[in-house]
């Protein structure tokens, strides 16, 4: 995407410019009713009406289940597309970092436990599947003040597996098929257990790694502060040397004097010599 940036554009006041894509400082003026957004709002709406429409006439109408497929499908789908445009055109915002999770794990969680009423799933790869998720959700509020954990490889396609597999339940398959989405959503388990270890890890390394920055920066701050205090408190005391430098001067000087002093009382001494062996002949005569 092409725009003009938001710095050269003089911040809020910048518009789109006619007839062509939103530019950067426009998009980031994004209110909430911004398309991935809507999206996941739409997202959100689509849970209790897929839970009607899959139970209604009992939950074993091959034609209100096909309805329910449907708005499942939607909901899987938009999961793929709110993300996506958030970040490509920079429409992220602190709703959308919420509700986008909550929906996820809505409408996935509405569909394994739809499925294990009706008895057509087994209620242990329910509790496996939504077990992982939440633990994972809170895991990321863990460690989130030393750092995100990415979105993996392993879990978007855990995240397929599971849409694929949910997906067909949901539908009233018979024979081969039926056959089929159970080792389709054997996969999804496997998959949902390995990606939930792979977060465990990198949560523990992620936080480690965080606690290790934190001592290194608190030490660094108590290594400034103690440097920071010898400086103070250096400095009067290398003023001392100076002023007993100064004592030592004067004391010089004063000694240098009383020796003037005493080279002045010699030399009246040897004045003096002379007048009295003058004064001592004068009495002889």
Same mark, same amino acid.
Do not use: C
């Given at each position: 995407m092409t725009g003009v940036?938001?710095?050269a554009a003089?911040?809020?006041?910048a518009k789109p410019v006619r007839g062509g894509k939103l530019g950067t400082a426009a998009v980031n003026q994004a209110s909430l009713w911004n398309i991935a957004n809507i999206l996941t709002m739409v997202r959100l709406l689509l849970v209790p009406g897929f839970v009607l429409l899959l139970f209604h006439n009992g939950g074993y109408d091959p034609a209100?289940?096909?309805?329910?497929?449907?708005?499942?499908?939607?909901?899987?789908?938009?999961?793929?597309?709110d993300g996506h445009l958030a970040r490509t055109y920079n429409l992220v915002t602190d709703f959308g970092k919420i509700a986008d999770p909550i929906a996820d794990k809505a409408i996935m969680g509405a569909a394994l436990v739809s499925l294990s009423i009706l008895g057509d799933l087994p209620w242990w790869i329910t509790g496996v599947i939504i077990a992982r998720e939440l633990g994972i959700t809170l895991m990321r509020f863990w460690v989130i003040r030393?750092?995100?954990?990415p979105a993996s490889r392993g879990g978007k396609l855990k995240t397929l597996?599971?849409?694929?597999?949910?997906?067909?339940?949901?539908?009233?398959?018979?024979?081969? &098929?039926?056959t089929l989405r159970f080792w389709v959503m054997m996969v999804a388990v496997v998959l949902t257990v390995v990606t939930g270890l792979d977060y465990v890890r990198q949560a523990l390394v992620l936080r480690r790694k965080g606690l290790a920055a934190e001592r290194a920066a608190a030490a660094a701050r108590?290594?400034?502060?103690?440097?920071? &205090?010898?400086?103070?408190?250096?400095?009067p005391a290398g003023a001392r040397p100076a002023a007993a430098g100064v004592t030592d001067v004067r004391g010089g000087a004063t000694d240098a004097r009383a020796g003037a002093s005493d080279v002045r009382s010699?030399?009246?001494?040897?004045?003096s010599g002379p007048s009295e062996a003058r004064g001592a002949a004068e009495a002889e005569r």
């Amino acid at each position: 995407m092409t725009g003009v940036p938001a710095s050269a554009a003089g911040g809020s006041g910048a518009k789109p410019v006619r007839g062509g894509k939103l530019g950067t400082a426009a998009v980031n003026q994004a209110s909430l009713w911004n398309i991935a957004n809507i999206l996941t709002m739409v997202r959100l709406l689509l849970v209790p009406g897929f839970v009607l429409l899959l139970f209604h006439n009992g939950g074993y109408d091959p034609a209100w289940r096909s309805f329910a497929w449907a708005a499942f499908a939607v909901a899987m789908i938009t999961d793929l597309f709110d993300g996506h445009l958030a970040r490509t055109y920079n429409l992220v915002t602190d709703f959308g970092k919420i509700a986008d999770p909550i929906a996820d794990k809505a409408i996935m969680g509405a569909a394994l436990v739809s499925l294990s009423i009706l008895g057509d799933l087994p209620w242990w790869i329910t509790g496996v599947i939504i077990a992982r998720e939440l633990g994972i959700t809170l895991m990321r509020f863990w460690v989130i003040r030393h750092a995100v954990i990415p979105a993996s490889r392993g879990g978007k396609l855990k995240t397929l597996a599971q849409g694929t597999a949910a997906g067909m339940y949901v539908l009233a398959l018979t024979g081969p &098929l039926a056959t089929l989405r159970f080792w389709v959503m054997m996969v999804a388990v496997v998959l949902t257990v390995v990606t939930g270890l792979d977060y465990v890890r990198q949560a523990l390394v992620l936080r480690r790694k965080g606690l290790a920055a934190e001592r290194a920066a608190a030490a660094a701050r108590a290594e400034d502060a103690t440097e920071a &205090l010898r400086a103070a408190a250096g400095a009067p005391a290398g003023a001392r040397p100076a002023a007993a430098g100064v004592t030592d001067v004067r004391g010089g000087a004063t000694d240098a004097r009383a020796g003037a002093s005493d080279v002045r009382s010699g030399v009246n001494e040897v004045r003096s010599g002379p007048s009295e062996a003058r004064g001592a002949a004068e009495a002889e005569r």
